[in-house]
């Protein structure tokens, strides 16, 4: 399922320090070249694809 207002929504994310994000999987095939280079460098962008994958991120040890 694809979101709108990504890039929005990663600048926001950027200016308030998130350094990780996860969207979906589709939003980041298609929407991704809209997002400032300025934000990209500086969040680690997940895509995920199932809540499973969601838990798996979220959850990860290490």
Excluded: S
Excluded at 23 to 43: F, M, S, T, W
């Amino acid at each position: 399922m694809q979101i709108g207002g990504l890039k929005e929504k990663l600048i926001a994310a950027h200016k308030a320090g998130i350094k990780r994000a996860l969207i979906p999987a589709k939003n980041y095939e298609r929407d991704l070249k809209e997002i400032p280079k300025e934000v990209l460098d500086h969040l680690t962008i997940i895509p995920v694809q199932t809540i499973h994958d969601v838990f798996a991120e979220v959850f990860k040890r290490g």
